[in-house]
C-alpha cells in the first residue's frame, strides 16, 4: 500500500509527461485579427478559395479539369494545383520557404530565386490546399496599424489572371476574468462534494474530458493542426478513461490514483490552451464559448481531480500491524460469536455459565 501511494502521487507526473508532446509544426493560434475573403476576381466557377483558423492559413480548392496557380511575392509561380488534383510546390520560390513560418522568421536557402525555372514537387492531391499566406494577415504580434486593411492574391487560372481580394479587421479581445473565476468557483464546490461523493468527481471530468474530445476533432480539420488535435482527443478519453476508473474501483488509493491521473489529463489539456481566454478570433468553427469552456471547465475539473486523487493515495490508511490479529478476529470473539448463532437457533436461551455475547451482555441469562 506505501508503494501505492508513492506510485499514486506520481501518476499525474507521468501522464503529462508522457501524453502531452509537442504540438503540431507552427499551427493556427488564437488571435485578435480576423481574415477572410471577399471575392474572387473574376468570379471562376469550380474554383473557391477561404480563410482558417481565423487569419492562419488560406485555403483553396479546385475542381477537377482547372489548373490554378498561385503567384508568389515576387510574382513567381508558388503553388500549383493541376487538371488532376495534384497539388505542387515550387521549391525555387523564396514564398515556399517564407510561408513555413507565420511570421516569415526563416532564412533563405541559396537555391531559392525568384527568376530561376520552377522546380514543382509534388506535396498533396483532391485538388485542395492551405499555407501561410503573409499577404493576408498582419506581420507582428502588436494591434494592427490600420485595425483593417484590404489584401489580394495573384492567381493564373488556366493561363488567366485572377485575384482572390480579401479583408482583415482587428477585434478587441475578450476579459478573460470570467473564465478564470468559473474555473476557481468549479473546482472549490466540486473538491468538497468529491469526498464525500466520487461519482461527483468522476462525473465533472468525464464531461471536461468530452468537451476536449468535442474540441480535438474540429482542431484535426485545420492545417497544421492534426497533432494538436489528436492530442487533445488523446488526452479527454484519457481523462474520461480514468474517470471512469476511478469510479469503478473500491480501494480508495488505486482509485485516487486514477482520478489524480485524469485530472492530470485536463490539465496537460488546458494548460497549453489558456489563450483562448483571452483572445478573441478562435481558431476553430465551433462557437466560442464552447472552446472556452472547455479550457475553464478543464481547469476546474482537473484541479479538483488532483487535489482529490492525491489526497485518497497519500491518506494514511489505518490497518493491523505486522504479527497482530485482525479486529474481530481473537479466540474470544470467535466463540461469543459461536455462542450467539447458537442461543439465535435456540430461540435466544443460553445455558448458565456460557460466555457473554460479543455485545457485553449478561452472562445469566435470568438476569
Known sequence: MRRARWWGALAPVAWVVLLAGPA????????????????????????????????????????????????????????RIRSDGTVEVNDRSPARWLNENRLAAVGLPPTADAAAEPTWRRIGSGGETAWHDHRTHWMAASRPDPPERDWSVPLLVDGRPATIEGRYVYS???????????????????????????????GSVMTAGGLAVAVGLELRRLPGGGQGGVAA??????????????????????????????????LAYALPRLD????????????????????????????????????????????????????????????????????????????????????????????
Open 233 to 266: 482527443v488523446t488526452l479527454g478519453l484519457l481523462a474520461i478513461a480514468g474517470a471512469i476508473a476511478a469510479w469503478r474501483i473500491r480501494r480508495a488509493a488505486f482509485a485516487g490514483a486514477f482520478l489524480a491521473g485524469a485530472g492530470a489529463a485536463l
Open 24 to 79: 503540431a509544426a507552427d499551427p493556427a493560434q488564437p488571435g485578435d485579427v480576423r481574415s477572410e475573403v471577399v471575392r474572387l476576381t473574376p468570379d471562376v466557377p469550380g474554383v473557391e478559395a477561404g480563410v482558417v483558423g481565423g487569419d492562419s492559413f488560406l485555403r483553396l480548392r479546385v475542381d477537377d479539369g482547372i489548373e490554378v496557380v498561385v503567384l508568389g511575392y515576387e510574382g513567381e509561380p508558388y503553388l
Open 276 to 367: 483562448v481566454l483571452r483572445h478573441a478570433v478562435l481558431v476553430t468553427d465551433l462557437p466560442a464559448w464552447t472552446d472556452r469552456l472547455s479550457v475553464a471547465l478543464a481547469l476546474g475539473s482537473g484541479a479538483a481531480a488532483v487535489v482529490l486523487g492525491l489526497s485518497a493515495v497519500l491518506a494514511p490508511t489505518a490497518g493491523p500491524r505486522r504479527g497482530q490479529q485482525a479486529p474481530g478476529r481473537s479466540t474470544g470473539e470467535r466463540s461469543a460469536r459461536r455462542s450467539d448463532q447458537s442461543g439465535s437457533q435456540l430461540g435466544g436461551y443460553q445455558p448458565s455459565g456460557t460466555s457473554a455475547s460479543a455485545s457485553g451482555g449478561p452472562q445469566d441469562p435470568r438476569s
Open 172 to 202: 478587441p479581445p475578450p476579459p478573460a476574468w470570467p473564465w478564470w473565476t468559473g474555473a476557481l468557483v468549479f473546482a472549490a464546490a466540486i473538491i468538497p462534494l468529491g469526498r464525500r461523493h466520487r461519482p461527483v468527481a468522476a
